[in-house]
């Protein structure tokens, strides 16, 4: 089979965070040889068209999509989807629809709450415009379109008097968060992140199989230091935080009911965005144990250290295999794909 590795186009100097999709695209590749596939890449720019002709003349059996932005915009992400669906081309993960809801993070946790899922609650800037009663209390700053905590740091949390100082903060920060900014409720608390994978059914439509739970834990974080896995945590191997966020898979038998429920609620929001082949959701639990959904990635990171790797490796699976399983399921997708209209 020919696949055709789909990634975004980044310079030699980007930040970590970009040039993460490289990293992926090398170890897809060398998964796919062993797997008996051959593989070429592609780097997907805002010349939709150069992208449009190379896809028509290299005529893969299917894309393997690893874009994490467009022209360096989040914001564009479902623009490979939605490009692969104008040609028919099979693709690994989540559909166009999908990809643009939880490229949202305000779309997304709109859906998630209508959908009786908990999400902390959050103020927009339209939601802040003309608002009389304080909105005070304990934030984070977050960007609604960028993902890989970009422009998030110490100073994204902190306590907010009224309205008008947390909508002056999220102006501030616009630039900074990828052009348009929300406000989180901050949850003091412990971290999960939930790894799902589309399940092993053969040709059949499927469900999901949940990966094993992971936890992120804070060590040694100094008082009054937000407990956050923010940009340096994730990609500043010379900073605190970095060495002291590791993941663990363990788990105390006082656990159970959380993690259960944590299962349960992952798989609900599988079902109500519509995913397809992989996803990653992220959780933080209050001091109640009560969980609440942060987000959803659709297209979340299979670099070698990343959780999803990891959290597949738990489950017994080989970095072959997890390729295997998303490229299955794409091919199981492709009478969606390629008859819309199911006739
Ligand atoms: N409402 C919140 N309460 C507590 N921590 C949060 C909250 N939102 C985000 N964080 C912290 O910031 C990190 C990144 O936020 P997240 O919403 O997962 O965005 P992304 O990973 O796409 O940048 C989370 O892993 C968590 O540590
Ligand atoms: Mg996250």
């Known amino acids: 089979m020919k696949v055709v590795i789909l990634h975004d186009e980044v310079r030699a100097d980007a930040r970590p965070?970009?040039?993460?999709t490289l990293v992926q695209a090398d170890c897809v590749a060398q998964a796919l040889g062993e797997l008996g596939h051959e593989s070429e890449r592609l780097g997907l720019t805002l010349n939709l068209e150069r992208a449009a002709r190379e896809l028509r003349?290299?005529?893969p059996d299917c894309v393997f999509n690893l874009v994490e932005s467009v022209g360096g915009q989040g914001r564009l992400i479902y623009l490979a989807p939605a490009l692969l669906d104008s040609l028919q081309i099979p693709y690994t993960g989540a559909g166009t629809e999908a990809m643009f809801v939880t490229s949202s993070k305000t779309l997304t946790k709109q859906i998630l709450a209508s959908s009786g899922i908990p999400t902390p609650p959050w103020f927009t800037p339209e939601m802040l415009q003309g608002r009389t009663e304080p909105a005070?209390?304990?934030?984070i700053i977050k960007s609604v379109?960028?993902?890989a905590s970009v422009g998030l740091e110490d100073d994204?949390?902190?306590e907010f008097g009224s309205a008008a100082e947390l909508a002056a903060e999220l102006a501030a920060r616009r630039d900074r968060l990828g052009g348009s900014t929300f406000a989180e409720c901050f949850i003091d608390g412990r971290e999960f992140n939930l790894s799902l994978l589309a399940a092993d059914g053969g040709t059949a439509s499927v469900g999901v199989q949940v990966l094993p739970?992971?936890?992120i834990q804070f060590i040694d974080f100094a008082e009054g230091k937000p407990r956050i896995v923010g940009y340096s945590a994730k990609w500043r191997e010379d900073t605190h935080e970095y060495?002291?966020?590791p993941r663990t898979f363990d788990s105390s038998d006082a656990d159970r009911p959380l993690l259960a429920e944590l299962i349960e609620i992952a798989q609900r929001c599988w079902q109500v965005l519509s995913l397809r082949g992989y996803a990653r959701v992220d959780f933080r639990v209050d001091g109640e144990n009560r969980p609440w959904v942060l987000e959803v990635n659709a297209n979340p990171c299979i670099a070698p250290d990343a959780g999803f790797t990891a959290a597949a490796e738990r489950a017994g699976l080989t970095f072959a295999q997890l390729v295997e399983r998303l490229v299955v399921d794409a091919l199981r997708n492709k009478n969606d794909v390629s008859d819309p209209a199911g006739v």
Not at 136 to 139: K, P
């Open 136 to 139: 005070a209390g304990r934030y």
């Open 57 to 59: 003349d290299r005529k």
């Open 213 to 215: 739970p992971a936890e």
């Open 243 to 245: 060495h002291h966020t």
């Open 156 to 158: 994204s949390v902190r």
């Open 145 to 147: 379109w960028e993902e």
């Open 17 to 20: 965070d970009e040039l993460d």
